[in-house]
């Protein structure tokens, strides 16, 4: 047996680690400023939570889960979570925040788990950072996502492109589902074996269809079956984003085929990225509180792909902020002693700084410099650590000159870095 990693599953090393790391940092320090806390949730949860919440029907929970027999005597069998709204409704129901204090803003970062076929930019394990609000039913909620997301778009200098629709609420989607119901039916032949299923199980799950795209794009769209006040909440929401200077445009295919999705629903793509560019996807969801035993308390949230975030970012080649780099080489023991003492100085600044291996020669501590990117060699010898100094050679330019010690850091920031 060779012990290779799992198909769809990936070791990340160095610099794309980094770089989906990046895209955290980002989305955490912008929580910071939106007000949105933490919540830190189980991977694995009994399959039950998924079935009732995600539902039967949804290629996720139908085919895409990991589950497994626990040891226990019941033989519960648990889920290796695909997504992370579901756990985050039952922490906050389980925590009794739906009695207590219903309001609450909430960010999760981490692991999802899901069978599918593997390709660029989809894997069965990849990462979400997904935003949830409980208890607001307003438009203004909704919009404030969108500008969130757009916000975190600028911050990484990427363009996406953001679609929204409206799948109404339990008053007015029965007849937008029996319109569709008999749409599908007129057209049955020409359906995708999915959308046979699709029709009676989930018939708004049609209107995802990636094969009937002709078909998707003819059939009768929610927008023109919402009641007053559905209606209202999205012209709401389609007033505040212009006015806030998000650029959308209204996609009556973007459904979200879950039962307890109403009203706004959106997704975001990424103009950087070919294939696989939903990048960030979601919608209001207010009855799934109650369903998963909780009070009749509002939701709505989105998650974003870090994988595709990270991917989008390579492809845009953006310059990432990064911290000036400097190979610290010592030649002999006094002068190493020197050089501990000042590269704790100079990471305290900040800067990236790697102390070289004093038991090479320094043609080779050289070579090693360049090999890490490194903007700046700082060199002492034994004549430098008499003088106080150093050789500080750029790297880039391939010049060289002596410093003073007590200059170094002067010098050295703040200053280039790329
Ligand atoms: P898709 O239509 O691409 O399958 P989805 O509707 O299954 O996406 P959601 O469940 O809404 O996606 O998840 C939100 C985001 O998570 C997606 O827009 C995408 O960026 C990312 N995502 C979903 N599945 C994967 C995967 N298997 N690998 C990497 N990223 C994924
Ligand atoms: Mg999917």
Request: glycine share 8%; hydrophobic share 40%.
């Amino acid at each position: 047996m060779e012990l290779t990693r799992l198909t769809g599953f990936q070791d990340l090393i160095g610099q794309p680690a980094r770089t989906l790391a990046y895209v955290e940092e980002r989305a955490r320090a912008l929580m910071e400023r939106y007000a949105v806390g933490e919540i830190r949730i189980p991977l694995l949860e009994r399959i039950e939570l998924y079935q009732r919440s995600t539902g039967e029907t949804s290629d996720i929970v139908s085919k895409q889960m990991y589950t497994f027999t626990d040891r226990d005597e019941a033989g519960t069998t648990l889920a290796l979570r695909p997504e992370g709204t579901p756990g985050v409704v039952r922490a906050y129901v389980e925590a009794g925040l739906d009695r207590s204090d219903p309001e609450q803003r909430l960010f999760y970062s981490g692991p999802m788990f899901r069978r599918e076929r593997p390709q660029k930019g989809r894997y069965r394990q990849f990462h979400q950072f997904g935003v949830e609000v409980f208890g607001r039913a307003d438009p203004a909620c909704d919009a404030e996502l969108l500008v969130m997301i757009d916000d975190l778009r600028r911050d990484l200098g990427l363009s996406f492109q953001f679609e929204i629709n409206s799948l109404g609420d339990a008053k007015c989607r029965p007849a937008f589902r029996a319109a569709l119901l008999d749409y599908g039916r007129a057209h049955y032949a020409e359906l995708c074996d999915d959308c046979h299923e699709r029709l009676e199980r989930n018939p708004l799950r049609m209107l995802d269809c990636k094969i009937d795209v002709k078909l998707a794009a003819a059939a009768p769209k929610s927008l023109d079956f919402l009641c007053p006040e559905c209606r209202q909440h999205f012209d709401t929401v389609v007033a505040l984003l212009s006015s806030a200077g998000v650029e959308f445009i209204i996609n009556p295919r973007i459904v979200r085929g879950l039962d307890y999705y109403m009203r706004t629903a959106f997704e975001v793509t990424s103009t950087n990225l070919g294939s696989q560019n939903a990048v960030v996807a979601g919608g209001r969801y207010d009855g799934l509180v109650e369903v998963l035993g909780g009070s009749d308390i509002p939701g709505i949230g989105f998650a974003i792909g870090m994988e595709r975030m990270a991917l989008a970012l390579e492809a845009a080649q953006k310059p990432r902020e990064g911290l000036v780099r400097v190979a610290l080489i010592a030649l002999g023991e006094p002068a190493a002693r020197r050089a501990t003492q000042l590269a704790r100085e100079l990471r305290g600044l900040p800067m990236q700084v790697e102390l070289l291996s004093t038991e090479r020669s320094l043609k080779s501590q050289l070579k090693r410099a360049d090999r890490i990117g490194a903007n700046y060699a700082v060199i002492i010898g034994a004549d430098e650590l008499a003088r106080d100094a150093a050789q500080l050679r750029d790297l880039g330019a391939s010049a060289q000159r002596e410093v003073r010690l007590t200059d170094l850091a002067a010098e050295l920031y703040p200053a280039r870095c790329d």
